[in-house]
């Protein structure tokens, strides 16, 4: 699943998005790859087998970042219908955004619109996959499939920890935390909260309703949730037409990327049947 839907699917988007062209996206795979290892969310090997090292890390993210400017300049010069058009001609207080911010935030895009997209559908695939009797609930009942979506952000949440840094004293549990403290915050914990959550370790496609951090919360609410969503509602709709069956294979199971602060799989095999 990750091999041939989950990890390409959304850098396709993101690129048609920026506006990249159609025969470069296996050079945005190939640097989505690379990118990941920021993170520390994926193995040091690549979808070919291809050992990745801190230097190869390095060059490929110089590569993106010229590849990236290269385009900027040019929609500076001929703008296009393009989300890289968009940022070039927008304003901040009177004031563009430089080449280098633009920069930036397109591979920001490419960052966080890969890694947790791909998280949120193979997440979901999982749970159902894990939770038959939910999974027939959700195939009987489409309008199910936008909730369980959610239950998956909430039950196996891809960002699973993010840091930040406390503006005023505070006292959570009886802990004192002083100004300016940096805090790593745990969301997948506090989306298993029974204050908030009842019974919260049961998958419940139904859960309504469903406060969840999976995208975190207020500034710092994640800026592609809405297309996460729609990326995630399309799949797995599409997935369940095209497959009447869908389920965990015993002699190869699933495995996860190593890292603490996200739950994502980088390998997903999974058995079916055609009709």
């Excluded at 900027?72 to 080449?99: F, I, K, N, W």
């Excluded at 038959?132 to 959700?138: D, E, H, K, L, T």
């Excluded at 403290?181 to 309504?208: C, E, G, K, S, Y």
Aim: proline residues 9%; charged residues 20%.
């Amino acid at each position: 699943l990750v091999e041939d839907l989950t990890h390409p699917l959304p850098v396709i988007v993101i690129a048609e998005l920026l506006g990249v062209p159609s025969s470069d996206r296996k050079l945005f795979m190939k640097w989505a790859e690379s990118l990941m290892q920021l993170m520390n969310v994926q193995p040091p090997v690549s979808a070919d087998g291809e050992i990745y090292t801190g230097a190869d890390v390095q060059q490929q993210s110089e590569e993106f970042g010229a590849y990236l400017l290269q385009h900027v300049l040019e929609r500076r010069q001929a703008p296009r219908a393009d989300l890289l058009t968009s940022l070039v001609q927008a304003e901040v207080d009177g004031a563009h955004l430089t080449d280098d911010e633009v920069v930036g935030f397109a591979a920001l895009l490419l960052i966080a619109g890969h890694a947790t997209t791909t998280m949120l559908l193979g997440n979901t695939l999982l749970c159902l996959a894990h939770h038959p009797g939910a999974a027939r609930q959700v195939r009987a009942n489409r309008t199910l499939v936008p909730s369980a979506i959610e239950e998956a952000l909430r039950f196996l949440s891809p960002v699973a920890g993010v840091l930040r840094v406390s503006r005023q004293p505070v006292e959570i549990d009886g802990v004192a935390i002083p100004a300016e403290q940096l805090i790593a915050v745990w969301l997948a914990a506090a989306n298993r909260d029974p204050r908030q959550f009842p019974d919260p370790h049961t998958f419940d496609p139904t859960r309504t309703p469903n406060q969840h951090l999976g995208f975190g919360r207020g500034i710092h609410f994640c800026l592609g949730a809405p297309l996460a969503r729609l990326e995630g509602r399309l799949a797995l709709n599409l997935l369940l037409d095209r497959f009447p069956e869908l389920r965990l294979d015993p002699q190869s199971p699933p495995r996860f990327y190593p890292s603490p602060i996200v739950t994502g799989l980088s390998r997903f095999p999974l058995l079916t049947r055609l009709s």
